[in-house]
């Protein structure tokens, strides 16, 4: 017996991916219904073999539904996801709005899957921000090994990040780079993005970190261990899809490279690969479509007792966004919903 899934947001990037990872990992769907704005209303989406047409969120009528996925940002999940959640639908939402609320888990399933039995106190589950999802994914079983007691890290993130306007303004002004009459100006980035890398992801803050890199800290406290010290620095780079971190860490126990290396290989999520010599690394472009966490250039960091040095990639539509929210949801029906 299968569940009866909502995917509200469907027409956007998140929400094609959230149809698409349903229908490769077979979720057990008995029905399926894509909402949308009443702007994008008719519009069709695929779903494995099968063409749905969206219907207007504004209406829809949730009780009776088992789960719904929401790939729409804050303010919209600020009016739909409590409506939902009342009707007996849980909500995964994939926005910032509920991430630190302390009634809510924040759930990445390779890290607190036991944090998904908290589902109930409001009926809702927060995805974590795609920066910080691969990045708990690769220092949980390091953390459970060694203890992670500080971690810096430098995020490069693409522009698939900040939707499809994003994507677009990186290929508009990549073009016009080439044909100077036609120039794009920045509007969706405080800077031009094509050709050019941008320290600054969201609002700025009265600490000097942008909202991007507190969200960093914040989120990796409540995922997985809230005396670990973090610090971030979030970039967004002209790539269209791929996030990458080089991250620095310092444990309370000893660990070198070597160790860190066979754990991770063996760890839930992640795929090492680690040669040194040319190629012998992860890119953002060779992780696309993956469902994996990369970890390449493992080392230690002499700097420092304790410390190891890596990178980290992987697909933030993906595992940063859609694939954890199908995951959270295959849980939930381990876990709570269990039918049959």
């Excluded at 500080?150 to 002004?173: F, H, I, N, P």
């Excluded at 969201?202 to 005396?227: C, N, Q, Y």
């Excluded at 190891?308 to 919903?337: F, M, P, T």
Aim: proline fraction near 5%.
């Amino acid at each position: 017996m299968g569940y009866r899934i909502v995917v509200v947001g469907a027409t956007g990037n998140v929400g094609h991916e959230m149809l698409n990872i349903l229908a490769e990992r077979e979720f057990p769907v008995d029905e399926i219904a894509a909402l949308a704005s009443r702007r994008s209303l008719g519009t069709e989406v695929s779903f494995g073999d099968r063409t749905l047409k969206t219907t207007d969120l504004d209406t829809f009528d949730f009780t009776g539904w088992d789960i719904a996925l929401f790939a729409v940002g804050s303010d919209a999940t600020k009016t739909y996801a409590p409506k939902a959640a009342a009707a007996g639908c849980v909500v995964i939402d994939n926005s910032s709005l509920y991430r630190y609320d302390p009634d809510v888990p924040l759930i990445v399933p390779e890290v607190n899957p036991q944090a998904v039995h908290g589902y109930a106190k409001k009926n809702i589950i927060a995805n974590p921000n795609c920066s910080t999802a691969q990045l708990v994914v690769a220092l949980k079983p390091l953390h459970d090994r060694a203890t992670v007691k500080r971690v810096v890290v430098a995020t490069y993130q693409s522009v698939s990040g900040a939707g499809k306007e994003g994507m677009d303004e990186l290929w508009d002004q990549t073009k016009s780079i080439y044909n100077p009459t036609d120039s794009k100006p920045a509007t969706k980035f405080t800077k031009q993005i094509a050709f050019n890398v941008i320290p600054h992801i969201d609002v700025f803050l009265d600490s000097g970190e942008t909202k991007e890199e507190w969200k960093m800290v914040a989120e990796t406290k409540k995922i997985l261990d809230p005396a670990i010290k973090l610090t971030a620095t979030c970039v967004r780079v002209p790539v269209f899809v791929g996030h990458s971190e080089a991250v620095n860490i310092e444990f309370e126990n000893p660990l070198d490279a070597d160790e860190a290396r066979d754990i991770l290989r063996e760890s839930p999520g992640i795929m090492v690969i680690d040669k040194r010599e040319d190629g012998g690394y992860v890119t953002p472009i060779e992780c696309v479509g993956d469902y994996a966490t990369f970890v390449s250039r493992i080392r230690d960091d002499s700097t420092v007792d304790n410390g190891i040095s890596l990178w980290v990639v992987s697909d933030n539509l993906r595992k940063g966004a859609a694939l954890n929210a199908v995951q959270i949801a295959e849980l939930l029906g381990r876990e709570c919903l269990k039918k049959g």
